[in-house]
């Protein structure tokens, strides 16, 4: 309250960079910023604070965040009111000093367990204390916080963990978000519950980047936040991401045949299709057991939908093994994924690996990968047609010239459909839409109930 009174009415604009955690921590640092008397601006030439929140986990992520923040050189000399350039999130973590080196516009760095603390932070550069750089961890033994939503819709982004202890052999986020620390399933369900009273909160994504190892240093378990979450009155969809293999347990599995509000969707990362290349990547589990995996969860609901992520090219990943993938991917049939080029993360295992395959070999297989999947995914739209899904409307689209509500099922695939008035705003509404045409990335179709913005009921399966 006193650094409120002391400072005047600014603008904030953000750039965010990455995962849907780095999304939920810009929402977070909003919401800080504006107790202090900031307000959110799309116009990066009326603010007063720029916010890169940004992202390492790949290099086109670290070149999309240097090209941007270099265009800010120019903010310096057009303007004369005091700007201030902030850079937060998983670069700011390891590399903080040295972009301050960098890149001489950047007034402040910080990393990703001092999000909390970006009030004080401001305060500081606007008196005056420039170029710093806060990287800390947060030393205590439980992670404790209330969710803050700074929007006026239905979905909520809630973490339930943070960091991750896993230490796959490319990745860079263990270095980033530090070790794994979960949250109380007591609190989370508190905090759920406030927000569907008072924010009007339906849906919620649950956030970590492991979340079946969810409550270990508290002795609780994922599947039994899933279901305590099954009596809040006024909630109706839960979603969850992501999900490591290696823990999946039998009651996740289970879980998704005794909750009704559970999303009949599963992210779940596997990688590669090669038991040699995952045995390098440090995943703990082999392709048959993934594939097990998926056997028992269509057991569980045979409406599951699984999607999945794809390393291409990992350090000497041979011919043979990259084919073992383009298998499993025929095998999984997975309903999408993503997929990447390995990228060389400084400070990982991977990069102290001699590799001798190119770029171009990486994006041969990438494409090969995407070729195929793109086939696989045109198929499982197709089946989708004539059936009727429960959709939660977000918004229009323009489909050449034409205006679309769109939206996503509560299995996580995109819908489009037309309305014949325009008078009436869809969004938020719940509504049945039957798919009448699909591509590989998208469905069309056209809207058979509008429940309004209440949901009708939990049952998310398609009819
Ligand atoms: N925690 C999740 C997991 O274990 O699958 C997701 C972590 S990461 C934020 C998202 C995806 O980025 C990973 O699943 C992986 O496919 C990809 N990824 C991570 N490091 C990579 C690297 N060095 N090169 C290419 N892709 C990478
Ligand atoms: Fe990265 Fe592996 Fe942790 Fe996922 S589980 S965040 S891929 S180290
Ligand atoms: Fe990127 Fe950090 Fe998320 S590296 S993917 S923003 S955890």
């Known amino acids: 309250m006193q650094i409120e009174q002391q400072l005047p009415p600014r603008k904030v604009w953000f750039r965010t960079y990455g995962c849907q955690m780095n999304y939920h921590d810009s929402e977070r640092m909003m919401h800080h910023l504006s107790n202090v ?3 959110r601006t799309e116009e990066q030439s009326e603010a007063d604070l720029l916010v890169f ?9 670290n070149q999309k965040f240097y090209s941007h923040v270099g265009e800010t050189k120019k903010i310096r000399h057009q303007n004369t009111k005091q700007v201030k350039i902030a850079v937060s999130g998983c670069i700011a973590q390891t590399e903080g000093k040295e972009l301050l080196k960098k890149y001489p516009q950047i007034d402040f760095t910080f990393g990703t367990d001092v999000i909390d603390n970006i009030a004080e932070m401001v305060f500081r550069s606007f008196a005056g204390d420039d170029r710093f750089s806060i990287n800390t961890w947060d030393k205590s033994s439980d992670y404790s916080i209330e969710t803050k939503v700074t929007h006026n819709n239905p979905q909520a982004f809630i973490n339930i963990m943070k960091g991750c202890d896993k230490f796959c052999s490319y990745c860079i986020v263990p270095f980033t978000r530090g070790r794994e620390k979960s949250r109380k399933l007591l609190e989370i ?4 519950e406030r927000l569907v009273e008072h924010s009007g909160v339906q849906e919620v994504m649950l956030l970590g980047q492991n979340v079946n190892s969810f409550g270990k240093e508290n002795n609780e378990r994922f599947a039994d936040l899933i279901m305590a979450l099954e009596d809040i009155k006024g909630l109706e969809l839960v979603r969850y991401t992501t999900s490591h293999p290696y823990d999946v347990t039998p009651e996740m599995i289970s879980v998704h045949k005794d909750a009704k509000k559970l999303a009949p969707h599963l992210h779940l990362p596997v990688q590669s299709g090669s038991n040699t290349v995952l045995k390098r990547m440090l995943r703990q589990y082999s392709v048959e057991h993934y594939l097990s995996l998926l056997e028992q969860l269509k057991r569980a609901n045979p409406h599951m939908v699984i999607t999945s992520d794809i390393i291409a090219g990992f350090p000497n990943e041979t011919e043979q093994e990259h084919q073992e993938t383009l298998r ?9 994924i993503f997929s990447y080029a390995f990228s060389v ?5 991977a990069a102290r690996m001699q590799d001798i395959l190119t770029d171009d070999i990486r994006g041969k297989r990438l494409r090969e990968i995407q070729l195929l999947q793109l086939k696989i995914q045109e198929d499982h739209r197709k089946e989708m047609s004539g059936k009727i899904y429960k959709v939660l409307v977000d918004g229009t689209s323009d489909m050449k010239g034409i205006k679309k509500w769109k939206g996503r099922t509560p299995c996580n695939r995109l819908v489009h459909f037309t309305y014949p008035s325009h008078d009436l705003d869809l969004t938020w509404h719940w509504v049945d839409v039957k798919v009448i045409s699909s591509t590989a990335l998208s469905c069309q179709g056209e809207l058979v109930f509008d429940y309004g913005k209440k949901a009708p009921n939990s049952d998310h399966n398609p009819r």
């Not at 929140?53 to 992520?61: E, F, G, I, Q």
């Not at 369900?189 to 759920?192: F, H, R, V």
């Not at 499993?328 to 999408?336: H, I, N, V």
């Open 53 to 61: 929140n940004t992202c390492a986990v790949r290099d086109l992520a």
């Open 328 to 336: 499993l991917l025929e095998k999984a049939r997975f309903d999408s």
């Open 189 to 192: 369900k508190k905090d759920i």
């Open 37 to 39: 008397n900031f307000s």
């Open 345 to 349: 993360r400084r400070g990982t295992k």
